[in-house]
């Protein structure tokens, strides 16, 4: 049964970079597509960036483009999501998740592609 561990959260000023990283267990990581998804309070979780088995391809929501770059080294089976300029509405929880490797779908952007998911990692910005 795959396992994610995501860590890397925290507590941080508007301007502040983090790291999020993602550790897999129990599944062939490199044949999984890997998604970052936040949830806000009273907000439904949505969807962030993500990779392509390879590597090669990503997708981010407009919201994140330019400021979050993801990223995996499939070698160590672990993702990652390197958060840059982050602003007070990037408070959430962020989630990491995986597709099964029966997915074609390259960088999905639906929560219900993934069927593998960690149990988040807290990011607050405040001043």
């Known amino acids: 049964q795959g396992q994610l561990v995501e860590s890397g959260g925290g507590l941080v000023q508007p301007g502040d970079s983090l790291r999020l990283s993602c550790a897999a267990s129990?599944?062939?990581?490199?044949?999984?597509?890997v998604g970052w998804f936040r949830q806000a309070p009273g907000k439904e979780r949505e969807f962030v960036a993500a990779?392509?088995?390879?590597?090669?391809?990503?997708n981010y929501a407009d919201s994140v483009k330019g400021r979050f770059t993801i990223s995996r080294n499939n070698a160590k089976n672990t993702a990652y999501l390197q958060l840059n300029i982050l602003k007070l509405e990037d408070t959430a929880v962020y989630y990491c998740?995986?597709?099964?490797?029966?997915?074609?779908?390259?960088?999905?952007?639906?929560?219900?592609?993934?069927?593998?998911w960690g149990q988040g990692t807290q990011v607050t910005v405040s001043s």
């Open positions: 990779i392509s088995r390879s590597g090669a391809l990503t």
């Open positions: 129990g599944l062939v990581f490199s044949n999984s597509a």
């Open positions: 998740a995986a597709t099964r490797d029966t997915v074609l779908i390259s960088v999905p952007d639906s929560p219900s592609v993934y069927v593998y």
